[in-house]
């Protein structure tokens, strides 16, 4: 009995890829992030959604460990990495696009791609070459690859930078709103191009995102509100209701 | 022609004596944006290392003692960077984004360094070493406890006293012992001797270029290229921009930024030893070398435009050709041929001595800040470009 008791609890700890439990986040003495629990399973797409202020980037940015939380814990497969700084994060396997993109903007496309390889666990090698799986997923890098980066317009931005986070071989993707301020086509290609990754890669991804159409493919939704996540499910079941309540300005 | 190359000449030895001096602080202010009043002190740390294996080298006899000056160069480039890494992990790095806690923290880092190298013999540096061994050998010891975290405060105050006074006290007991209180260089300057090949010059259409000012303008050029290659080609010069330009994002990438933070102290602190080791050769070296340059290369730094190199290049040899063109009275012995205005010629010959070219250069600075407050080449954000 106790043995397959602990054989369960194991498959459930390594079945999930991430595991945020009871954080609490401050700016200050504002309180953000209040209780806030959530888990990705391996290999799945889990999307945050809420209003603008609600907290969703917080979360994702202590996620990365660019604050720290007062309580709380984040299990990162099967070891904490509460107490990890951001780049011990990122060489664990949590490749990151921020919102804002934030590309290196005096250093070329190519250069910035390259970085992204620092976030592989055994470092960066002399020997550097862009995979070629990256321009099939996002061919108009390809031409682009001498031009620094902040002379790239957004939608090019937001796929050099989730080429970048790929570059490491993430097991997790973090996507802050990556179709903000994006005309509607590239918008299909990124998403596209993120079910191609889930769908070859089989790595899992933490997406927060405002587009309701984004929003439909991913596996999990969790909804937050004031600080807290107040609705979760599988996205099948997230009625016209539930957007309206969460969603909806 | 004589006069022109003459002037050229010396404006660009002038410039490239500045140059070498900023260049490393190009990096530490210019892409890192610390305020380092330490940095002329690095510099004379670089200029007594050379000093150090002048020293060494003189009982080898003739062959050997002739390229000295090219084994002293790493060793500057060395002992500076090791100086910098222990500014940079001891005090600096705490300071991050706090300018003016960084600028009284690196003046008083000055300040002591000025004092050590009056006052260091084998006694300091044997005590030192014992507060060292035993505070962070302890802290290391200790750090294996499980309860680390909320015992330090409590073990640093209990070991900080302990291992002070072990070290003062060693220092009472050992002092009667004039060995090791006799001082390594005192108070007074030391003299460097350049090596005889450095000595005399060339002469080119009837006017002589000193050796050891050539020297030193072949020893710029190739720092320069070694720091544009550094930056622009390495595999850390890349990690470097990246953390000067995106801090935050950099270590998302897994870019270790503290690491990265160190190494380019280290890099700037090293080549202001060999900008000691450079300005060496044009004069004697005492403790307070490094306040004759420090205002120098914080101008050069500045009327370049933060964070970028090309612009400290130029304005490096701007202020060294203004400075001696002013300086020289070239420029007053220029308007009496065109016959210009009594009253202009007097003015340029007021200032036609070095001390009130430098106050003439000085306000020519604060004119041309009026009009571009950002420096030569203004840059958004903190990036570096060649």
């Given at each position: ?45 889990v ?16 996620i ?25 994060r ?24 390259i970085?992204?390889?620092e ?26 690859l ?54 070859e ?18 596996d ?30 | ?85 222990i ?25 002591i360094?000025?004092?050590f ?128 330009q ?18 380019t ?47 400290a290049?130029i ?50 600075i ?21």
């Open positions: 009995m106790v043995i397959t008791e602990s054989i369960i609890s194991d498959r459930q700890s390594t079945d999930l890829m991430l595991q945020v439990s009871n954080l609490n986040v401050y700016y200050g003495e504002s309180h953000i992030l209040r209780n806030v629990d959530l888990s990705i399973p391996a290999g799945q797409m999307c945050l959604i809420g209003r603008n202020g609600v907290g969703k980037t917080t979360l994702l940015k202590t990365m460990g660019l604050l720290s939380p007062r309580t709380g814990n984040i299990f990162f497969g099967d070891r904490s990495i509460t107490k990890l700084t951001p780049d011990r990122a060489k664990s396997g949590i490749g990151y696009v921020p919102q804002g993109r934030e590309i290196i903007p005096r250093v070329s496309v190519k250069d910035n791609l970085l992204g390889l976030a592989k666990p055994e470092g960066r090698k002399s020997q550097e070459s862009i995979p070629e799986e990256i321009f099939e997923l996002f061919p108009v890098l390809k031409t682009m001498s031009r620094m980066g902040g002379d790239l317009s957004g939608g090019q931005q937001q796929q050099l930078a989730i080429a970048r986070a790929l570059m490491g071989k993430p097991r997790l993707l973090v996507l802050d709103e990556p179709t903000e301020g994006i005309q509607p086509s590239i918008i299909l290609e990124i998403e596209a191009a993120v079910k191609r990754i889930i769908a890669t089989g790595i899992s991804v933490l997406l927060v995102e405002q587009h309701l159409h984004f929003v439909r493919q991913a999990r939704y969790y909804a937050m509100q004031k600080g807290g996540i107040v609705a979760s499910g599988s996205t099948a079941e997230l009625t016209q209701e539930v957007i309206q309540q969460f969603l909806a300005v | 022609m004589s006069t022109l190359i003459e002037g050229l000449f010396n404006g660009i030895s002038i410039g490239s004596v500045l140059l070498i001096a900023a260049l490393g602080l190009a990096i530490v202010f210019g892409l890192m944006g610390v305020i380092n009043l330490a940095h002329g002190e690095l510099m004379m740390l670089g200029a007594y290392a050379t000093f150090v294996v002048q020293n060494v080298f003189k009982p080898l006899g003739e062959p050997w003692f002739s390229f000295y000056i090219i084994a002293a160069i790493p060793v500057a480039f060395i002992v500076s960077a090791i100086f910098g890494l500014l940079e992990r001891g005090a600096i790095r705490f300071l991050y984004g706090r300018p003016l806690e960084t600028l009284l923290a690196t003046w008083g880092v000055s300040l360094l000025q004092q190298v009056r006052s260091v013999n084998w006694l300091l540096i044997i005590c030192l070493g014992i507060f060292c061994l035993l505070f962070f050998g302890g802290m290391q010891l200790l750090k294996s406890r499980a309860d680390w975290e909320s015992m330090r405060t409590k073990i640093v105050s209990l070991l900080l006293p302990l291992a002070a006074g072990v070290a003062i006290a060693f220092y009472f007991l050992l002092s009667q012992n004039s060995a090791l209180t006799n001082a390594w260089f005192s108070a007074r300057n030391v003299d460097v001797t350049a090596p005889a090949w450095l000595r005399g010059g060339v002469e080119v259409l009837g006017f002589q270029m000193p050796y050891a000012r050539l020297f030193i303008i072949a020893l710029t050029i190739l720092c320069l290229m070694g720091v544009y290659w550094f930056l622009q080609r390495s595999a850390w010069g890349l990690r470097i921009r990246s953390v000067t995106n801090r935050t994002m950099s270590s998302c990438l897994g870019i270790p930024t503290a690491k990265v933070d160190a190494l102290f280290a890099l700037g602190s090293g080549l202001a030893g060999i900008a000691g080791c450079a300005v060496s050769l044009l004069g004697s070296v005492g403790p307070n070398t490094g306040q004759n340059y420090i205002i120098d290369t914080f101008m050069v730094v500045v009327v370049g435009g933060v964070g970028n190199l090309l612009g290049v304005a490096a040899l701007g202020i060294g050709i203004l400075n001696y063109l002013i300086g020289s009275g070239t420029l007053a012995l220029f308007l009496t041929t065109i016959s210009a205005p009594q009253s202009m010629i007097d003015f340029f010959l007021f200032f036609a001595t070095s001390s009130m070219a430098k106050v003439m250069v000085f306000a020519l604060i004119i041309f800040l009026q009009i571009k407050p950002a420096g030569l080449f203004p840059q958004k954000g903190r990036t570096a470009e060649l």
